[in-house]
């Protein structure tokens, strides 16, 4: 988050490009790694390959961190013509509007549909879609090659076109996607269509939301703002999970998801950026209510 925050700094007129490129980074690397640690797995064990791995670890995290360079923000002067959303909120400032309880839904609801996926896609394969132990797994590849694609091509394609308008569209395609995959009999053509859209879209998603946050709140705190918003991810992840094992399979979790991609494409539908001007004379109005 602080170096993606960081970037996004560098780059405020292409802070989708940029999320892109930052986040498909480990998209791509949980690709390249898995053979790296598999190579290595079989030559030396296990244990030696967490040694290499430290060592690999520490040598590009540091080496990475000397060529950081902190972003400067120059807090945007409020004005007759940006005084309506354009400001930098605090942390505080943001949780008492009720955009962010918006945004923080439609995250977590983006992160669970991927990643419960990413965890079963191989069972699903097997179960559902009748493939073979070696087919369902190319699957796993293929998630994370359509999910570092749809990282780039979303977060670029964000800042040409409304970002929320990218949203509601992966929204609408992870709806259609996880549903087929509850209702429709899977063969090996469906399954990895089904498969393919919501690696892609979930891949978008995660870069998209970076910028949204920054476009909502502004960039001067954006880490400690995104941060907030970014908790969606883990709860994501666990929540996927637990619905399952509380509904007892797929096919519910799924339409589980897939009602809430519904809810989350209305939300992106209508939700506009907070509108300072007006929060800010609501304050004063009440302000000089009570000194009368």
Same mark, same amino acid.
């Given at each position: ?29 949980? #690709? ?70 918006? #945004? ?5 609801? %983006? ?25 369902? %797994? ?29 949203? %509601? ?95 989350? #494409?209305?939300? %992106? ?24």
């Amino acid at each position: 988050i602080t170096s993606l925050s960081n970037l996004i700094k560098w780059f405020p007129n292409r802070k989708g490009l940029i999320s892109g490129v930052s986040v498909s980074a480990y998209g791509l690397g949980s #690709l390249v790694f898995k053979y790296i640690n598999a190579t290595l797995i079989d030559t030396v064990g296990i244990s030696q390959t967490f040694f290499y791995w430290g060592i690999i670890v520490m040598i590009m995290v540091v080496g990475g961190s000397l060529l950081l360079r902190e972003a400067i923000v120059v807090e945007t002067p409020i004005n007759a013509e940006n005084a309506e959303n354009k400001r930098d909120y605090t942390v505080k400032e943001m949780l008492a509007t009720k955009e962010v309880y918006f #945004l923080f839904i439609m995250f977590f609801t %983006a992160c669970m549909s991927g990643l419960y996926l990413i965890s079963i896609v191989k069972d699903i394969g097997v179960q559902l879609a009748g493939l073979n132990v070696a087919a369902a %797994a190319n699957a796993v590849a293929m998630i994370a090659i359509f999910n570092t694609v749809g990282r780039l091509i979303l977060g670029s394609l964000s800042d040409k076109v409304s970002r929320l308008k990218v949203i %509601a569209s992966t929204f609408f395609i992870t709806a259609i996607a996880v549903l087929t995959l509850s209702f429709v009999q899977l063969n090996y053509g469906v399954f990895f269509i089904c498969v393919a859209a919501i690696a892609f879209c979930f891949g978008g998603n995660i870069t998209v939301f970076p910028a949204i946050v920054g476009d909502f709140f502004g960039l001067k705190n954006h880490s400690k703002n995104y941060g907030i918003v970014y908790q969606g991810f883990g709860l994501g992840a666990l929540a996927g999970s637990f619905i399952a094992a509380f509904l007892g399979g797929f096919k519910p979790t799924f339409i589980v998801i897939g009602t809430l991609c519904v809810l989350s #494409l209305i939300i %992106a539908i209508f939700i506009k950026p907070p509108n300072h001007s007006k929060r800010e004379n609501e304050l004063e109005d009440i302000s000089k209510a009570k000194l009368v």
